[in-house]
């Protein structure tokens, strides 16, 4: 059966400056509107309030309207952006990697940065602090939470590290849950429905659990890290390759700058908790374009 993707658009942004006379407009009067995708790692509202900054500054930047559509589920994102239909969108890694292995014609420009300048992450199995699981084998029969297929932190590592423990989720936990989003993971594993969940964690200063705990929606302390991955490269932003060279030009030099240029806007995306975005290419998610072809693999071989 097919999944239905839904992409739920809402225009945030009117462009907030009309360029001035003489100023090359080519690649605006082309493309009069730009729209911006981000994997849906927490609620809606929560997606709109982060990134309403971002859309508004690029509007300012590029004098021209940019949108922000909130997708329904990682698979959304890159089937937008296979079709043309997404200008622009941040990524997991796993999905990006995803995008360009079923031929979305997109290219990798910004990376996300830690504050102390790394730019990776990790996957992390979290348990209750009450229950009783000491290590991942005391698991078997219980419920596994992952977030989404073509979720990095939240399926494919998870699945790997499995792999190598001679982990075969499917036959070796009572049921695999997917829940959609890291935060739902963190809620089904809160409210029992399933005994260990896999999620993103960048340090101790920041994660999806610590950033949940900010809104009220969980206490951090309630939970407990089983396991930890080594660090996964940072999530990327794309944009499509079949934009106007300058189009695409001015979307770099505006998301790059927009640190500098817009500090309180960039603080409200991350709550203050990364550092700047710095220039990156397809080449980075090269190791990820493998991660996915063993897991793809995994998943035939256990059918």
């Not at 809606?44 to 004098?63: M, N």
């Not at 001679?166 to 809160?190: K, M, Q």
């Not at 951090?220 to 060279?245: G, H």
Request: net charge positive; aromatic share 10%; proline share 6%.
């Amino acid at each position: 059966m097919t999944t239905r993707r839904i992409l739920l658009g809402a225009a945030l942004a009117a462009p907030l400056a009309v360029p001035m006379p003489g100023r090359a407009q080519s690649w605006q009067s082309r493309t009069p509107e730009l729209v911006y995708a981000i994997i849906p790692s927490e609620n809606a509202s929560g997606v709109i309030e982060r990134w309403t900054p971002f859309v508004e500054y690029l509007s300012r930047a590029l004098g021209t309207k940019v949108t922000l559509r909130i997708a329904s589920d990682y698979a959304a994102v890159i089937e937008g952006q296979r079709a043309g239909n997404i200008h622009i969108a941040q990524y997991g890694p796993s999905s990006f990697a995803r995008a360009l292995m079923t031929g979305a014609r997109i290219e990798a420009f910004a990376i996300e940065t830690n504050t102390d300048g790394s730019k990776g992450y990790h996957s992390v199995f979290y348990v209750r602090k009450d229950s009783p699981y000491q290590k991942i084998e005391d698991l078997k029969g219980r419920n596994l939470g992952l977030v989404d297929p073509n979720s990095t932190s939240g399926n494919n590592v998870p699945r790997f590290a499995l792999h190598r423990m001679g982990i075969e989720p499917e036959t070796f936990f009572g049921r695999v849950v997917y829940t959609g989003s890291h935060e739902n993971a963190v809620i089904a594993l809160s409210q029992g429905t399933v005994d260990m969940a896999a999620n993103w964690w960048n340090d101790e200063q920041e994660s999806n659990l610590l950033r949940m705990a900010r809104k009220g929606m969980v206490k951090a302390e309630d939970f407990r890290i089983l396991y930890k991955s080594d660090q996964i490269v940072n999530s990327p932003f794309a944009y499509l390759t079949s934009l106007p060279e300058e189009a695409r030009a001015a979307i770099r030099a505006a998301v790059l700058a927009m640190p500098q240029r817009d500090a309180e806007g960039f603080r409200r995306i991350y709550e203050g908790k990364q550092g700047p975005w710095e220039p990156v290419d397809n080449g980075a998610y090269e190791p990820i374009i493998e991660l996915n072809r063993f897991v793809d693999g995994l998943r035939r071989r256990a059918r």
